[in-house]
C-alpha cells in the first residue's frame, strides 16, 4: 500500500473537491433555480451582473449551510450509510476546516448581498442561514419529529430572497412562493426518510418514521400535500398568476396528491417494496422544478 | 508519491484554485460598480 494512504486524513490538507462536496451542490441546486425563480418573476427587471452576484450569494449562502450542517453532524454523518462518504465522517479534511469554510461563505455570501443588491435581501440571507444553521441543525433535528416542518422555513428563503433582491420588498406571490416549499418540504423529505428509516434510527435522529412509524408519516404526507396543492394553484386565483401556470400548477399538484395517496395505500415497512415513496420522492423534485418554471413562463409570456 | 509530494501538491492547487476566485471576484465587484453607478456600456 502507498504510503500515502496509510496516514490520518489530517496530516493532509482538505482536496479542493472536497470543498465542494462540503456545500452539497445537488441540493445547492434547487436552491438557486427557486431563487432565479423568485428573481424572474419580479416585476423589476435587475441589470444582469446585480442579478448574476444575487443568484450567486443565495448559491454561497446554500453552500454555507451545507458546508456548517456537515461539520455539526459529522459524527452522525458517519452513522449512516447515505452520508458516511461526505469528506468529514471518510475522514479527508478536518472539523475546523469545514467550520471556516461555512463561516466564511456565510458571511462573504451575506456582505456581498447587501453591496450588489438591498440589504433587506442580505438580512434575508442570513436569517435563512442562521435559521437553518442553529434552528433546524442544531436545535430541532437531533429533538423532535417536526423537525422538517419548522425546518423546512429555512429552505423556503430562496424565491423570497430573489424577488427582495430585485424589488427591494416583500410582496404577495414571494409569500405564497415560500408557502408553497414551506408545505412541500415535509413530503419531499418524509418521503425520502421512509425507506432510509433505518438509517436514521441508527444515527438516533428523530425522523417521524421512526418515531411515529410507516402509517402515522403516510397519512402526514398526503395530508400536508393537500395545503401544499392548494398554495401551488392559489396564485391564479387570487390574480398573482395567470392561466398558463394556474393550468399547469392544477396538474402538477393533482399528480402529487394522487401520487401522495398511492403512498398512504402502500402498508408495507420493507424498502424494497416502496416503490411509491420513492416515486414520489423523484417526482417532488420535478414538481418543484416544474412549479417554477411554469410560474416564471407564464410571467414572460403573459407580460 | 511520497507524503511531503502531496502535501504540496494540494497546497498549489488551492492556492490556485483561490487565486483564480479572487481574481473572479475582483472583476465581479468592478462590474457591480458600474451597475450600481448607473453607468451603461
Known sequence: ?303 | MKLEDEVVRRQRERAKITAWLLGAFVILMFFITLAKTGINW
Open chain 1, 1 to 303: 500500500m502507498p504510503a500515502i494512504e496509510m496516514t490520518t486524513p489530517a496530516a493532509l490538507p482538505a482536496d479542493w473537491r472536497d470543498f465542494v462536496a462540503l456545500t452539497k451542490p445537488r441540493v445547492m441546486s434547487l436552491v438557486v433555480f427557486s431563487g432565479l425563480a423568485g428573481l424572474l418573476v419580479a416585476p423589476v427587471q435587475l441589470p444582469f451582473v446585480l442579478g448574476f452576484t444575487a443568484i450567486l450569494c443565495i448559491a454561497l449562502g446554500a453552500g454555507a449551510c451545507g458546508a456548517l450542517n456537515q461539520w455539526y453532524e459529522a459524527e452522525i454523518d458517519a452513522k449512516m450509510r447515505r452520508t458516511a462518504k461526505r469528506p468529514l465522517p471518510a475522514g479527508r479534511m478536518d472539523r475546523q476546516s469545514a467550520l471556516h469554510f461555512g463561516v466564511g461563505l456565510a458571511f462573504f455570501s451575506v456582505i456581498l448581498m447587501g453591496l450588489a443588491t438591498n440589504w433587506l435581501a442580505a438580512i434575508l440571507l442570513a436569517v435563512s442561514i442562521l435559521f437553518y444553521v442553529l434552528i433546524y441543525t442544531v436545535w430541532l433535528k437531533p429533538r423532535t419529529a417536526q423537525n422538517i416542518v419548522i425546518g423546512g422555513a429555512a429552505g423556503a428563503f430562496p424565491p423570497l430572497i430573489g424577488w427582495v433582491a430585485a424589488t427591494g420588498h416583500v410582496a404577495a406571490l414571494p409569500l405564497l412562493l415560500f408557502a408553497i416549499i414551506f408545505l412541500w418540504t415535509p413530503p419531499h423529505f418524509w418521503a425520502l426518510s421512509l425507506f432510509v428509516r433505518s438509517d436514521y434510527a441508527a444515527a438516533g435522529i428523530p425522523m417521524l418514521p421512526v418515531v411515529a412509524g410507516f402509517e402515522n408519516t403516510r397519512r402526514q404526507i398526503f395530508l400536508y400535500s393537500l395545503p401544499m396543492a392548494g398554495a401551488a394553484v392559489a396564485p391564479w386565483p387570487l390574480g398573482l398568476a395567470g392561466p398558463i401556470y394556474g393550468g399547469s400548477a392544477a396538474v402538477l399538484s393533482f399528480v402529487f396528491v394522487v401520487l401522495a395517496a398511492r403512498v398512504l395505500a402502500n402498508r408495507s415497512d420493507d424498502p424494497k417494496q416502496m416503490a411509491a415513496e420513492k416515486k414520489l420522492f423523484a417526482y417532488s423534485v420535478f414538481y418543484l422544478f416544474a412549479l417554477f418554471t411554469v410560474l416564471v413562463a407564464d410571467r414572460w409570456l403573459g407580460a
